[in-house]
């Protein structure tokens, strides 16, 4: 099965082909029942708060599209097996460098919207923002792993500040990360209970500030 497209703009590229194209598309909400291709679209719309933002995927399949709704923001829980296992996959002892929380920043791999580029665009509170990332630390007590898709096309040494570990055996996807979300995609966990908020998809410095505070809640 072929992802097609993430952004819902592009349904009029991809899936406004009702003339040219013959194979049927069925639309589908977080949940898997079937939907109306006008509550889709609705559901879809980017002007949302956070809490309310869906992110659009598009997959093809032999015969048909399938339209699918993931939220962007996710709360949820690892138990305890799951926690120990993304510990070691992180090479992250908790006994031996103790924080509370887990901060893991993930690069998808190349596409339209961050081109490759993992580097600070001087925006303040961009992700790869050496202020915004002293900052960060100074108010929350965490530990930081980037993590990337395999890649060859991204070198992603090159920004000497910043540790990137690839996703072995597609570990950190398979767990968080289920379809390609553009740009960048961010987790916080707290490693004491193993409760967590996920952003699917572009997010900057900002969103991971508000995201901190609010698992300080959970």
Known sequence: ??????????????????????????????????????????????YKSLDELYIPIA??????????????????????????????????????????????????GRDDCNNGRYKSNGYEYNIYHRGYLKE??????HNMFWIHKKDESIKFHKVKYINWRLDNNQFIEKLFFEYHYSCNSFVILNNLNGN???????????????????????
């Open 196 to 218: 967590y908020i996920s952003i699917l998809g572009e997010s900057g410095g900002n969103t991971v500030m508000e995201i901190a505070k609010e698992i300080n809640k959970l």
């Open 59 to 108: 997959l093809e399949k032999d015969t048909c599209y399938l339209a699918i709704l993931k939220k962007r923001k996710n709360i949820g829980k690892l138990n305890t097996s799951q926690l120990e296992n993304l510990f070691l996959n992180l090479n992250y002892n908790p006994n031996t460098s103790p924080k509370k929380f887990s901060i893991i920043q993930y690069h998808p």
């Open 136 to 141: 960060l630390k100074s108010i929350f007590d």
């Open 1 to 46: 099965m072929k992802i097609i497209a993430f952004s819902i703009f592009l349904f009029t590229s991809v899936f406004g082909f009702t003339q040219t194209n013959s194979k049927p598309i069925y639309y589908y909400d977080v949940n898997g029942a079937q939907m109306s291709k006008e509550d889709y679209s609705i559901k879809s719309s980017r």
